[in-house]
């Protein structure tokens, strides 16, 4: 099982309506349609499923661990921008 | 009639379970870890069948447990086709064996679930939806490995041409009075429907499909290769060695 012929797919899952699909794992398949039978078998055994995506990992452009300073650090200091910082007038409900 | 119906449920629980035992021998071995689940999931959705197929023999006249009917009986007691005992050999045969028993037990199924009886109806209908994704896995690995590398091509090949003599007694006549009674369809009339899965999934696995010749037959007489004695040597140890035992 070479990763070229077998290459890693990211698996996502449904779990009822309404509801996104979630990264759940992933799976070593040749292609798409194995990919989606090996996510199958290998992450929807206990029911937990109604629906399922795979992507190929090498599709996925992920952020640089070492940009974490200047990506994320900067937003700890803006606490405005939770909503929770905001008094809600009771007459606005449930939201 | 009830020991007719009784000897129909267990050839196919027989089946069931004489191919999910088989299925689940590669926990532990297969390919990849992948693979692995898939074998051990077709295998218990066999021996999930094979239970409820036991289970309402025994309510029908057996007198037996599910648990006597599949631990206690030995190789001449069990009438399961002779294709699905043989050894696994590689994994072209596993995955060969699988996908032509499949694409005969899916419209099996299909048939049975419209059933006279209504038990047996329900089961054949939730095997149905398990039998269908048997098929269709089975049928994407025989792609793939017909159509694969030169290695894979030869195995898939090898493993056609070996199972091949064994495909006739899946279209052995079934019991005529059950037949004629609408409990149980005729195995005969779906053999069209089986050529087409076939021919259809070869050609796309450029795979041949091997000449018809002299079929092997015995399985349903509890006349079996010597394959079934040791497999069930395995398989009933601990209940024979442990009677009674609960678990």
Same mark, same amino acid.
């Given at each position: 099982?070479?990763?070229a012929?077998?290459?890693?797919?990211?698996v996502?899952i =449904?779990?009822r309506? !309404? $509801?996104s699909?979630?990264?759940v794992? @992933?799976?070593?398949?040749?292609?798409?349609?194995? %990919?989606?039978?090996?996510a199958r078998?290998v992450y929807? =055994?206990?029911?937990? !499923? $109604?629906?399922?995506?795979?992507?190929? @990992?090498?599709?996925?452009?992920a952020?640089?661990? %070492?940009?974490?300073?200047?990506?994320?650090?900067?937003?700890?200091?803006?606490i405005?921008?939770?909503?929770?910082?905001?008094?809600?007038?009771?007459?606005?409900?449930?939201? | 009639?009830?020991?007719r119906f009784?000897?129909?449920?267990?050839?196919?629980?027989?089946?069931?379970l004489?191919?999910g035992?088989?299925?689940?021998?590669?926990?532990?071995?297969?390919?990849?870890?992948?693979?692995?689940?898939?074998?051990?999931?077709?295998a218990?959705?066999l021996i999930?069948?094979?239970?409820?197929?036991y289970?309402l023999?025994?309510?029908?006249?057996?007198?037996?447990d599910?648990?006597?009917l599949?631990y206690l009986?030995?190789?001449r007691?069990?009438?399961?086709?002779?294709?699905?005992?043989?050894?696994n050999?590689?994994?072209?045969?596993?995955?060969?064996?699988?996908?032509l028993y499949?694409?005969?037990?899916?419209?099996?199924?299909?048939?049975?679930?419209?059933?006279r009886?209504?038990?047996?109806?329900?089961?054949?209908?939730?095997?149905?939806?398990?039998?269908?994704?048997?098929?269709?896995?089975?049928?994407?690995?025989l792609?793939?490995?017909?159509?694969g590398t030169?290695?894979?091509?030869?195995?898939?090949?090898?493993?056609?041409?070996?199972?091949?003599?064994?495909t006739?007694?899946m279209?052995?006549?079934?019991?005529?009075?059950l037949?004629?009674?609408?409990?149980?369809?005729?195995p005969?009339g779906?053999r069209?429907?089986?050529?087409?899965?076939?021919?259809?999934?070869?050609?796309?696995?450029t795979?041949?499909?091997p000449?018809?010749g002299w079929?092997?037959s015995?399985?349903r007489?509890g006349?079996h290769?010597?394959?079934?004695?040791?497999m069930?040597a395995v398989?009933?140890?601990?209940?024979r060695?442990?009677?009674?035992?609960?678990?």
């Amino acid at each position: 099982m070479t990763e070229a012929r077998t290459p890693l797919w990211e698996v996502f899952i =449904r779990s009822r309506n !309404g $509801l996104s699909h979630r990264h759940v794992g @992933s799976v070593h398949a040749a292609d798409a349609t194995m %990919a989606l039978a090996a996510a199958r078998d290998v992450y929807t =055994r206990r029911g937990e !499923g $109604l629906s399922i995506w795979v992507v190929p @990992s090498a599709s996925i452009t992920a952020s640089d661990p %070492a940009d974490k300073a200047m990506l994320f650090e900067p937003t700890a200091s803006k606490i405005y921008r939770h909503p929770t910082f905001y008094e809600v007038p009771d007459e606005v409900g449930h939201m | 009639m009830s020991d007719r119906f009784s000897a129909m449920l267990l050839r196919r629980a027989d089946d069931a379970l004489v191919l999910g035992h088989r299925l689940s021998e590669w926990t532990g071995h297969a390919p990849s870890l992948e693979e692995e689940l898939a074998l051990a999931n077709l295998a218990l959705d066999l021996i999930g069948q094979a239970r409820a197929l036991y289970t309402l023999a025994a309510g029908r006249g057996t007198g037996e447990d599910e648990d006597a009917l599949a631990y206690l009986r030995g190789d001449r007691e069990y009438t399961n086709l002779l294709l699905l005992e043989l050894p696994n050999g590689d994994f072209a045969v596993t995955i060969a064996r699988l996908f032509l028993y499949a694409a005969f037990i899916d419209p099996f199924w299909r048939g049975l679930s419209a059933s006279r009886d209504p038990d047996l109806a329900a089961i054949a209908a939730k095997a149905e939806k398990e039998s269908a994704y048997h098929l269709r896995h089975s049928a994407e690995w025989l792609i793939r490995l017909g159509d694969g590398t030169d290695e894979s091509h030869r195995r898939a090949q090898a493993a056609l041409d070996r199972l091949w003599p064994y495909t006739g007694e899946m279209f052995e006549p079934e019991d005529e009075v059950l037949v004629a009674a609408d409990i149980c369809p005729e195995p005969a009339g779906l053999r069209e429907a089986w050529n087409r899965t076939v021919d259809s999934v070869l050609a796309e696995a450029t795979l041949a499909r091997p000449a018809e010749g002299w079929m092997q037959s015995g399985g349903r007489a509890g006349r079996h290769t010597e394959h079934l004695g040791h497999m069930l040597a395995v398989m009933q140890s601990v209940a024979r060695g442990f009677p009674a035992a609960k678990w």
